[in-house]
T-cell receptor, first 116, second 114 residues
Framework: AQKVTQAQTEISVVEKEDVTLDCVYE???????LFWYKQPPSGELVFLIR??????QNEISGRYSWNFQKSTSSFNFTITASQVVDSAVYFC?????????????FGTGTRLQVTL | DAGVTQSPTHLIKTRGQHVTLRCSPI?????VSWYQQVLGQGPQFIFQ???????GRGNFPDRFSARQFPNYSSELNVNALLLGDSALYLC?????????????FGDGTRLSIL
């Protein structure tokens, strides 16, 4: 069975600090996809990034960057110069092919609180 | 373009009742999935539908059922509600089912069971 672990339950930082959210996953699949989602208080899960298991290049998008390391089964997310608007719960997810369907297995989430 | 829309936003029911939740996918998306998110946890997969066919089902009892209509919208039905069914129910759509397909989520329906 697949598993995603987000060990950090809650992180508090002051605006402009850098913060890294950790994600460790378990899967027996050789081809898989990892995702990060942001969930603001409104409840909607906002898609941030998708990474496939064959692409270990780090990715940067503005203040966001992702570090995928297959050797340690980790897919960490860094926010540079955090802002109050970054406050949300962040979920790491692993996509699984069940044969006829594709489902996301989520971690328990990391709540990020950015204060002034 | 409109995102995934869900209705109602909030719902309060009592134990033993049944409930129907609705979802309209992003235009052009043919696959719809349902997830249950209990407070403090990550979403848990309930169903995936594609072209009106059930493609996958998570570890949920038979009280949970769903269907997809020709216009790709979907309904989630839950019978004989239990207190433990209180959760945020999220609908997600994608172009087609596939491990590489990003799923785009709606705002969810917050269901409270008294």
């Amino acid at each position: 069975a697949q598993k995603v672990t987000q060990a950090q339950t809650e992180i508090s930082v002051v605006e402009k600090e850098d913060v890294t959210l950790d994600c460790v996953y378990e899967t027996r699949d050789t081809t898989y996809y990892l995702f990060w989602y942001k969930q603001p208080p409104s409840g909607e899960l906002v898609f941030l990034i998708r990474r496939n298991s064959f692409d270990e290049q780090n990715e940067i998008s503005g203040r966001y960057s992702w570090n995928f390391q297959k050797s340690t089964s980790s897919f960490n997310f860094t926010i540079t110069a955090s802002q109050v608007v970054d406050s949300a719960v962040y979920f790491c997810a692993l996509s699984e092919n069940t044969g006829t369907a594709s489902k996301l297995t989520f971690g328990t989430g990391t709540r990020l609180q950015v204060t002034l | 373009d409109a995102g995934v829309t869900q209705s109602p936003t909030h719902l309060i029911k009592t134990r033993g009742q049944h409930v129907t939740l609705r979802c309209s996918p992003i235009s052009g998306h043919k696959s719809v999935s349902w997830y249950q998110q209990v407070l403090g946890q990550g979403p848990q997969f309930i169903f995936q539908y594609y072209e009106k066919e059930e493609r996958g089902r998570g570890n949920f009892p038979d009280r949970f059922s769903a269907r997809q209509f020709p216009n790709y919208s979907s309904e989630l039905n839950v019978n004989a509600l239990l207190l433990g069914d209180s959760a945020l129910y999220l609908c997600a759509s994608s172009l087609v089912p596939g491990v590489n397909q990003p799923q785009h989520f709606g705002d969810g329906t917050r269901l409270s069971i008294l």
